[in-house]
C-alpha cells in the first residue's frame, strides 16, 4: 500500500518546489520560504533539491515542500556545489 502511494503521489524531476524555512534557520528578517528545484529521487522517497546558489545537503520528502506551477528556476540555473539551508537563506538576504 505504501509503495503504491508513493508512486502515486512522487513528484517529477525538473519540477520547482517552495521550501518552508523553520524559525531555527532563518532570522526574524530572512525569507520565509525558497524556492527549489528537483534534481534527483532517491528510493522513490526522498528528494534532491537545489537551488540557485547550489545543491542543499539534506534530503526532503514530499511533505516538507510544495509543487510551484510557475517554473522559476531551470536547470541551467542550478548551482552545483553543495550547501546548507541556513547558507542559503543568509545569501538571499
Keep these: 500500500m505504501k509503495a503504491t502511494s508513493s508512486k502515486k503521489f512522487q513528484k517529477p524531476v525538473g519540477q520547482n518546489v517552495r521550501i518552508k524555512i523553520s524559525d531555527i534557520?532563518?532570522?526574524?528578517?530572512?525569507?520565509?520560504?525558497?524556492?527549489?528545484?528537483?534534481?534527483?529521487?532517491?528510493?522513490?522517497?526522498?528528494?534532491?533539491?537545489?537551488?540557485k546558489l547550489g545543491k542543499l545537503k539534506v534530503l526532503y520528502t514530499s511533505n516538507k515542500f510544495t509543487l510551484r506551477k510557475e517554473n522559476f528556476l531551470s536547470i541551467e540555473e542550478v548551482g552545483t556545489e553543495e550547501i546548507s539551508v541556513r547558507e542559503v537563506v543568509n545569501k538571499c538576504t
Design 25 to 51: 534557520d532563518r532570522a526574524k528578517m530572512d525569507p520565509r520560504s525558497i524556492i527549489a528545484f528537483i534534481t534527483d529521487i532517491k528510493d522513490e522517497e526522498f528528494y534532491e533539491l537545489a537551488t
